[in-house]
């Protein structure tokens, strides 16, 4: 499966083989023409990091997938470091990048870097794990997280989120960081948070736009 996906800065491409759309979840997502996901996926990382510096940096992802994120900071100058549990997933990745490791995302060892994404299904502020926080005291600038708090929220309440947002602001300042902004998913169902170091600047905390979005477009064919 042949997968693009284009904004006015980025032309990204990925050509997945068959055993890794039959084995993963998204994937079979995106083979059924399903883009929503992963499209917000791209938009909240790229709109949540557009702004800093890029190139010449590190960037890690515990949860590696496919390497979508991954591959937009591979475009963007970013030196990408990327773990990956699932065999043929990792083999797929290990094709592209130099830097691959294959383990349990909660229990591998947190080198450190510039930049780190964690993103795993169905995570939570509330259910953190030793990776976690060694994501945290071993990310040098900035450490972005995917949240399903807003899933919870039938009906939806922007109020409630803004209020969840600032709690966890709270602990996070405790670690030496603070929330900068967030990108919630069209959905309302999932965000992507950004936390930087914590400066003591303004503690005011911003819903990111997306005023470029990808766009992505599925093709067929069979790649080994």
Known sequence: MKITAENNKN???W???SDCVDTYPSLKKLKRGNTKD???KLNGVWSLIKRNKLKGCSWHEPFGGIGMSARLADSNGMFVSVNELS???YKYLREHYDDVTKGDAEKIEMA????????PSHFTFNHMC???FQ???RTRKVFLYTDVYPFCLKPFDVNRLNQYVMHCNLWMLCCGWRIDEFYLYRSNNAMIIKAVKNNLGKQIINRAKCT???EITIGTGLFK
């Open 135 to 137: 994501s945290l005291l």
């Open 130 to 132: 030793c990776s976690f």
């Open 212 to 214: 470029n979005p990808f």
């Open 11 to 13: 032309y990204l491409e």
């Open 87 to 89: 065999p043929s997933l």
């Open 38 to 40: 992963s499209e917000d």
């Open 15 to 17: 050509q997945i083989p």
């Open 112 to 119: 450190p870097v510039d930049y780190r994404f964690y993103d």
